[in-house]
């Protein structure tokens, strides 16, 4: 069966739901799914801001598949994109002390200049 999910709360009430039907404990499925029992209360309490990754292992281990419908003119451009594949993300780098402390000290170089 198909349903709408529109919501985190609408996805997390899915998940407890499919969790409780299937007689499996939060920690259990938790273990299983390799995150936290901390985490899967989270999801199942419609939290925004989890990690989609870790959300996607918790729908697996449920047998929840996740679809999306899509309009068909975006499928030539995801054609594309499988193909090609996009660029990976890089980290920042942390900015280092010595440059923060060289840069403060150019300002207020700077402000003694002006007076």
Request: glycine share 8%; charged share 35%; aromatic share 2%.
């Amino acid at each position: 069966m198909f349903i709408d999910i529109t919501s985190p709360q609408e996805l997390g009430l899915l998940i407890r739901a499919t969790r409780k039907h299937q007689k499996i404990r939060m920690d259990d499925v938790a273990g299983s799914a390799g995150v936290g029992p901390v985490f899967v209360r989270e999801v199942e309490r419609g939290k925004e801001t989890v990690q989609l990754g870790r959300v996607m292992q918790i729908l697996a281990e449920l047998g929840i598949e996740l679809k999306a419908d899509v309009p068909d003119e975006v499928m030539p451009a995801l054609a594309l994109l499988r193909r090609t594949g996009v660029k990976p993300l890089t980290r920042r780098k942390p900015a280092r002390k010595d440059a923060s402390a060289k840069r403060e000290a150019d300002v207020a170089l700077g402000e003694e200049e002006a007076k």
